[in-house]
């Protein structure tokens, strides 16, 4: 049997230290365009992965601006097969419903898809919540979080989630949305051959008119959040009070206060 | 309107609900005004945990009970949830951001069309609106959202931020719904729930903790730092380096890669306190930290510091309160 797999993958700012505009209250965005979310590289070598043991292709998908190009080039540097870009300006101020519901019109369009795989989440927005919404959109079963993906792909496959303090082993069927820990996997690194393929191999992209949208669903229009303010947090420094002379009179001093605070 | 909701999903694991459901419904009646507070609890026909609810006081515990939710799938409480979301128009649904939490939500957002805020740090209302305030960029960001024209209003929020506080005066009425449509979810059977041994006693619960990180990180001060823990009934954090060491795990790290935490006491040895760590211990009461470098960051976030090393601390330590 060959897979169909889709990777969703989002580009995400190089660094997380970001400032804002202290007249305009805007992100100060670096120069810099972005990184593929770390996670999401577990995505496609769980895919990798797959497609080594059962053959099929790897489908990586995106939406966002034409720069997240390099992203998905980076995506196929490491051996996927395919790259789709959902870009248009109507696609712009998507919250994650509005993402979620055209990754899962993309994923409709392609059809005959097996699995889809997501990282967790972003490192930037940090929402986790696209793969849930694809999986409602396409009606298929979501296993999150998922540390180990093992079985056979036709008869059934078994993940193992990690939740705090709890182990789930979860039986399922093909098709159906997965998202990825970092645990799962180390990464592959892109060979040479892999980025000299990646510049030969076109990548697609696709706007409302390309697929089956209700254009009252996608972008600004089709988010229910807004956004009404962004601010840096003031990190209030404690007033320490410093414990002084050698470590035994440090520990007393320290102890009058844990008592005084019936810590003892 | 005074017969609006404000529901919380009660999560449970082996039979046990999850402290940031108490805590969520403790928040949720701080800031309800007029609305009630709703809990809203999935459970096998031989299980009572709204018992254990009733202690926190919410106005109303809404209980399912069918021995199909011994082992229900997020899709399957999503698709009951948003059953009862059709019924009961709630104002607003509140989760722990847990990973089913994380899960469970959105499913029902998409199912439910409406606005969903991942992760919150706070939550307030503005009459009828709720306000969520929500970190982004590796908690470096602050964004406060609102969902203005849909309902419900969804919400997921850190466990550990707020305080649970018990409320017997409060009379709580029990209602129970048996006339759901139990939509079966196809191709997936969560097969085994089983509690991790080395996660079983969290530290993202632990009341007292004792974090090591690279400035004590030796054999002889792991061995006196558990011998400290267990003297005071501490669970030891690391910081990430300190994760590759055989004793250690992921599991057990603090910060934002790992656990946020919310002891009444913290002694930090030999943690420099980089903003990925410190993140992770924002909720700490009593912090005290011991590094041998006066300038290190952990500092400013310590309400007692030393500056020194972390061995000898721990020798003087135990020692002292022998």
């Given at each position: 049997?060959?897979?169909?797999?889709?990777?969703?993958?989002?580009?995400?700012?190089?660094?997380?230290?970001?400032?804002?505009?202290?007249?305009?209250?805007?992100?100060?965005?670096?120069?810099?365009?972005?990184?593929?979310?770390?996670?999401?590289?577990?995505?496609?070598?769980?895919?990798?992965?797959?497609?080594?043991?059962?053959?099929?292709?790897?489908?990586?998908?995106?939406?966002?601006?034409?720069?997240?190009?390099?992203?998905?080039?980076?995506?196929?540097?490491?051996?996927?097969?395919?790259?789709?870009?959902?870009?248009?300006?109507?696609?712009?101020?998507?919250?994650?419903?509005?993402?979620?519901?055209?990754?899962?019109?993309?994923?409709?369009?392609?059809?005959?898809?097996?699995?889809?795989?997501?990282?967790?989440?972003?490192?930037?927005?940090?929402?986790?919540q696209?793969g849930p919404i694809v999986s409602e959109f396409?009606?298929?079963?979501q296993?999150t979080?998922?540390?180990?993906?093992?079985?056979?792909?036709?008869?059934?496959?078994?993940?193992?989630?990690?939740?705090?303090?709890?182990?789930?082993?979860?039986?399922?069927?093909?098709?159906?949305?997965?998202?990825?820990?970092?645990?799962?996997?180390?990464?592959?690194?892109?060979?040479?051959?892999?980025?000299?393929?990646?510049?030969?191999?076109?990548?697609?992209?696709?706007?409302?008119?390309?697929?089956?949208?209700?254009?009252?669903?996608?972008?600004?229009?089709?988010?229910?959040?807004?956004?009404?303010?962004?601010?840096?947090?003031?990190?209030?420094?404690?007033?320490?009070?410093?414990?002084?002379?050698?470590?035994?009179?440090?520990?007393?001093?320290?102890?009058?206060?844990?008592?005084?605070?019936?810590?003892? | 309107?005074?017969?609006?909701?404000?529901?919380?999903?009660?999560?449970?694991?082996?039979?046990?609900?999850?402290?940031?459901?108490?805590?969520?419904?403790?928040?949720?009646?701080?800031?309800?005004?007029?609305?009630?507070?709703?809990?809203?609890?999935?459970?096998?026909?031989?299980?009572?945990?709204?018992?254990?609810?009733?202690?926190?006081?919410?106005?109303?515990?809404?209980?399912?009970?069918?021995?199909?939710?011994?082992?229900?799938t997020d899709s399957e409480i999503a698709s009951?949830m948003a059953?009862?979301?059709?019924?009961?128009?709630?104002?607003?649904?509140?989760?722990?951001?847990?990973?089913?939490?994380?899960s469970i939500a959105p499913r029902l957002q998409a199912k439910l069309?409406?606005?969903l805020?991942?992760?919150?740090?706070?939550?307030?209302?503005?009459?009828?609106?709720?306000?969520?305030?929500?970190?982004?960029?590796?908690?470096?960001?602050?964004?406060?959202?609102?969902?203005?024209?849909?309902?419900?209003?969804?919400?997921?929020?850190?466990?550990?931020?707020?305080?649970?506080?018990?409320?017997?005066?409060?009379?709580?009425?029990?209602?129970?719904?048996?006339?759901?449509?139990?939509?079966?979810?196809?191709?997936?059977?969560?097969?085994?729930?089983?509690?991790?041994?080395?996660?079983?006693?969290?530290?993202?619960?632990?009341?007292?903790?004792?974090?090591?990180?690279?400035?004590?990180?030796?054999?002889?001060?792991?061995?006196?730092?558990?011998?400290?823990?267990?003297?005071?009934?501490?669970?030891?954090?690391?910081?990430?380096?300190?994760?590759?060491?055989?004793?250690?795990?992921?599991?057990?790290?603090?910060?934002?890669?790992?656990?946020?935490?919310?002891?009444?006491?913290?002694?930090?040895?030999?943690?420099?306190?980089?903003?990925?760590?410190?993140?992770?211990?924002?909720?700490?009461?009593?912090?005290?930290?011991?590094?041998?470098?006066?300038?290190?960051?952990?500092?400013?976030?310590?309400?007692?510091?030393?500056?020194?090393?972390?061995?000898?601390?721990?020798?003087?330590?135990?020692?002292?309160?022998?």
């Open positions: 049997m060959s897979l169909k797999i889709v990777v969703c993958i989002k580009q995400v700012p190089v660094s997380n230290n970001l400032k804002i505009d202290p007249i305009t209250k805007n992100l100060i965005r670096s120069g810099e365009s972005g990184v593929m979310n770390p996670y999401d590289k577990n995505a496609i070598e769980a895919a990798l992965r797959l497609k080594d043991e059962w053959g099929g292709e790897v489908i990586l998908l995106s939406m966002g601006p034409a720069d997240f190009e390099m992203t998905l080039r980076q995506g196929m540097a490491m051996g996927c097969d395919d790259a789709i870009l959902l870009s248009s300006r109507k696609f712009g101020g998507a919250d994650t419903l509005a993402t979620g519901y055209v990754l899962a019109q993309a994923i409709k369009k392609l059809g005959k898809v097996d699995l889809v795989l997501l990282g967790r989440q972003s490192v930037d927005a940090d929402t986790s696209v396409l009606g298929w079963p296993i979080f998922v540390s180990e993906l093992t079985g056979h792909a036709k008869k059934g496959m078994t993940a193992t989630r990690l939740l705090e303090n709890m182990q789930q082993k979860i039986e399922f069927q093909l098709p159906a949305v997965v998202t990825v820990r970092s645990e799962m996997n180390e990464p592959r690194y892109p060979t040479p051959r892999n980025i000299q393929q990646s510049y030969k191999k076109n990548i697609r992209i696709w706007d409302e008119n390309s697929l089956s949208v209700d254009p009252n669903r996608i972008g600004l229009k089709g988010s229910p959040t807004v956004v009404r303010s962004v601010w840096a947090p003031i990190k209030e420094a404690k007033h320490t009070i410093y414990l002084k002379g050698t470590p035994d009179e440090a520990v007393r001093e320290l102890l009058i206060q844990m008592r005084a605070s019936n810590l003892l | 309107m005074t017969d609006q909701e404000i529901w919380v999903y009660a999560e449970k694991h082996v039979g046990m609900i999850q402290p940031v459901t108490y805590q969520l419904i403790t928040k949720a009646k701080e800031i309800a005004n007029d609305k009630k507070v709703v809990v809203i609890l999935f459970e096998a026909t031989d299980k009572n945990l709204e018992e254990k609810i009733k202690e926190f006081g919410p106005n109303e515990i809404v209980v399912v009970k069918d021995d199909r939710l011994k082992d229900a009951l059953e009862l979301a059709d019924r009961r128009k709630p104002n607003s649904i509140l989760f722990g951001a847990t990973v089913v939490g994380r069309n409406t606005g805020t991942s992760d919150c740090l706070n939550l307030a209302f503005d009459d009828d609106l709720l306000i969520q305030t929500k970190p982004s960029y590796g908690d470096n960001i602050m964004c406060e959202i609102v969902c203005p024209k849909h309902r419900p209003q969804m919400a997921s929020v850190r466990p550990n931020t707020f305080e649970a506080k018990k409320d017997l005066n409060q009379s709580v009425i029990v209602t129970k719904i048996n006339d759901l449509f139990f939509k079966k979810a196809e191709r997936i059977k969560i097969i085994e729930e089983t509690p991790l041994l080395s996660k079983s006693d969290s530290i993202a619960n632990a009341d007292r903790v004792i974090a090591l990180g690279r400035g004590a990180a030796d054999e002889k001060a792991v061995r006196l730092a558990e011998e400290l823990a267990r003297k005071l009934g501490a669970k030891i954090g690391v910081t990430r380096p300190l994760t590759d060491h055989p004793k250690f795990s992921g599991d057990d790290q603090i910060g934002q890669s790992g656990n946020t935490i919310a002891p009444k006491l913290l002694v930090n040895l030999g943690v420099h306190g980089a903003v990925q760590y410190t993140t992770g211990i924002g909720s700490a009461e009593l912090v005290v930290s011991i590094d041998k470098d006066p300038e290190a960051p952990i500092f400013n976030y310590s309400n007692y510091s030393y500056v020194g090393d972390s061995v000898s601390f721990l020798e003087s330590f135990l020692k002292v309160i022998q």
